[in-house]
């Protein structure tokens, strides 16, 4: 049983109820997974700010990553699609080697979606005219085809009517929408989202968090680096808890949030639940 | 102060020719520094904000270079010493078969001088876009050159539009200074009124009219520009 | 072409010296009378006497409008006019020069005098203090700061425009550095050793400009 078949079986305001656990994850199987990354370490000069992360996220997954500020959370996110370098482990994303220089990064970062906190619209193209840039230039589709695409990306984040508006004209919550409709435009085969709803008002938080979630229920690999654990407990099937650098746990949702076995984790996980 | 006014000079012949041919060499040597200008500054500035140390340095350098020596010396260098250097074939054409010349020599020079003020800004316009906007153009799969092309170069180009307005001004201005290897632009043809007639008033009145006119429009064509590039911004009503 | 002979150089020093000499005096002097006229511009321009700061503005954007060649002709021309008798090339330069830098500088001052928020003019008068001893105490010791650069920059610029007197043949570094060129008949040696200067001299300055700006770039 896939998860379309579930979602075919239920109506869609079940599915927003429905807890992780029940999710069932179609991890094909015999494949490669998306991300693996191993023993992964990185310097800024002094300091060493990865110390030898180790993390799968299989085909499909959905993992978020939590940790207190300056853990390397965004650093390790960015390492997956190359925009960070590292210095030693691998990196083996969609099969392709990270770091080595005979490998085609552009093509893998075309297939990797990204979503950073500050959104990062172009500010001096329209709403359309962003979703349809790296289309049209990167994966060379024709202007058509990628405005047909940005409109159906629009409607679907709900944004129908806001095509010939630009970022400045846009609340956040709108902003960091269009800009998960620009990542998905180009058919990513996996998500990157850093903080995306760490710069937005909290009225606006929701609107943002519903479009992931969506995501996530339609089998799209993604890796969230969140403190919304809201979200976590109804999207994500792996949490992942960072720390100085460190991957300190690694847990299915469920048993992350009701029994953390790290002591950090679990002071994390107090803090951040009663505020 | 006793000094025998006669306006009506101006419009004798054959002063009056001599200032529209001083104006039009003036306008064609500025216009086309301008455009040199704006391109290899644009290509100089992006050089200096790339991630690699050598081309950063290469652009310190030529910056460094077009802007610490005077334009007239530069002119200079251009007119007289480099043809020289060049191998003699090349010397030889440019000193005897390439007409006009001292016209081209100063087009060269005040582009070039030009660029490397353009240069500056165009770069610090690149800086000030931010670096998470780089990095989305990347992350999205385009290749530096597009990210440039696409993301950076529009937006670095809205920033820099005022500043630049007082470039594109100088370039007028320094023209000028191509009557110093025999170009009779504006300034040098009331320069030669003034010791045929001695109405010099008259003459450098002229001039300082058509350089003030010129700066009105090249400001009004800056200004229009800066609008119709423009952003919306929050105030505007969304669409 | 023989080859390059640099001996030439070494024969004319003192006359190069000299003219260098003069460049760097036109210089000073400009900066000097720049300096002290346009922060009146300046002061003029930002005060509350409308008709004297419409002026003022005119006098600024009109220098800015048109190139110094103009100017040092408009004064080589002028000043015997309207003094009366003959005046030396000198003399008439100096004018056009300090009446041309006031015009940079004013612009200069203007923006350092606009850097600073009203708040600390609101303090001072509080105090108070009186519009030219605000001027004076208060907001000009603040605004100088982010002027620095910008006139050691200015002063860069004018030291290279010193070499525009070489058209009224002022013998400055420049001027006597052509003279040297053409009488020996050596342009390559002379205009390359003198590009040398102008771009070291200028370079430092450009670079102790750099220098202060970063230091004191607003933490
Ligand atoms: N460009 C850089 N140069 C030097 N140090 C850096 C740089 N970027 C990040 N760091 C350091 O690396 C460490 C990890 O940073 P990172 O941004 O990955 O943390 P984070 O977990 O994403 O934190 P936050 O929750 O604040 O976003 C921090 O100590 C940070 O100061
Ligand atoms: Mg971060």
Known sequence: ?275 | MNYSWNWSILIQPPYLGWLASGLELTLVISISAWILALIAGTLVGVVGTLPHRIPRMLAATYVGMFRNIPLLLQLFLWFFVVPELLPSGWGFWLKRDLPFPELWTSMLALGLFTSARVAVQVGSGITAVSSGQRMAAVASGMSPAQAYRLVLLPQAFRIVLPPLTSDFLTVFKNSALALTIGVFELTAQTRQIESFTFQGFEAFTAATIVYLVIALLVTFFMRTLERRVALPDTMGAAS | ?219
């Not at chain 3, 021309?77 to 020069?97: C, D, E, H, T």
Request: proline share 4%; with cysteine.
């Open chain 3, 1 to 219: 072409m023989t080859g390059l002979d640099f001996g030439v150089i070494q024969r004319a020093l003192p006359f190069l010296l000299e003219g260098l000499a003069l460049s760097f005096f036109l210089t000073a002097v400009a900066m000097l009378g720049g300096v002290i006229l346009g922060l009146g511009l300046a002061v003029i321009r930002l005060s509350r006497w409308k008709a004297l700061s419409i002026l003022a503005a005119g006098y600024v954007n009109g220098f800015r409008a048109i190139p110094l060649v103009l100017v040092i002709f408009w004064f080589y021309f002028l000043v015997p006019l309207a003094l009366g008798r003959s005046v030396s090339a000198l003399q008439s330069v100096v004018i056009a020069f300090v009446l041309f830098e006031a015009a940079y500088y004013s612009e200069i001052f203007r923006a350092g005098l606009q850097s600073i928020r009203p708040g600390q003019w609101q303090a001072a008068y509080a105090c108070g203090l009186g519009y030219f001893q605000t001027l004076r105490l208060v907001v000009l010791p603040q605004a100088l700061r982010n002027m620095l650069p910008l006139m050691i920059t200015q002063a860069v610029v004018l030291f290279q425009d010193t070499s525009l007197v070489y058209v009224i043949s002022l013998r400055d570094f420049m001027t006597s550095a052509s003279i040297v060129a053409n009488r020996d008949n050596r342009l390559i040696e002379t205009y390359l050793v003198a590009a040398l200067v102008y771009f070291v001299i200028c370079s430092i300055g450009a670079a102790s400009a750099s220098r202060l700006s970063a230091r004191w770039r607003p933490a």
């Open chain 1, 1 to 275: 049983m896939t998860k379309a078949h579930i979602q075919a079986s239920r109506t869609p305001a079940e599915i927003v109820e429905m807890p992780a656990s029940v999710r069932v994850v179609p991890i094909s199987q015999g494949r490669k997974p998306m991300v693996e990354i191993s023993k992964l370490y990185k310097s800024y000069g002094p300091i060493e700010v990865l110390k030898g992360c180790d993390l799968v996220v299989e085909r499909g997954e959905v993992v978020v990553i939590c940790g207190p500020s300056g853990s390397g959370k965004s650093t390790l996110i960015k390492c997956v699609n190359g925009l960070e370098r590292f210095d030693r482990g691998a990196l083996v994303v969609d099969g392709v080697r990270v770091g080595e220089r005979a490998s085609d990064m552009t093509s893998l970062r075309a297939r990797i979606g990204m979503v950073s906190q500050h959104f990062e619209l172009y500010p001096h193209l329209t709403v359309l005219q962003n979703i349809c840039l790296a289309q049209v230039h990167v994966l060379k589709r024709s202007k058509v085809e990628a405005q047909a695409k940005a409109r159906a990306l629009l409607a679907r984040v709900g944004l129908p009517d806001k095509e010939g508006a630009y970022p400045a004209q846009l609340s956040g919550g709108q902003q960091q929408r269009v800009a998960i409709a620009r990542a998905l435009a180009m058919d990513p085969v996996a998500m990157l989202f850093d903080e995306p709803t760490s710069a937005l008002d909290p009225e606006m938080i929701g609107e943002v968090l519903a479009v992931m979630l969506e995501l996530a229920r339609d089998g799209m690999t993604m890796i969230v680096v969140t403190h919304e654990m809201g979200f976590a407990r109804k999207a994500a099937d792996r949490v992942v808890f960072m720390d100085k650098g460190a991957i300190v746990e690694t847990a299915p949702t469920q048993q992350f949030f009701d029994e953390p076995r790290a002591e950090r984790a679990k002071l994390f996980l107090s803090r951040i639940l009663s505020q």
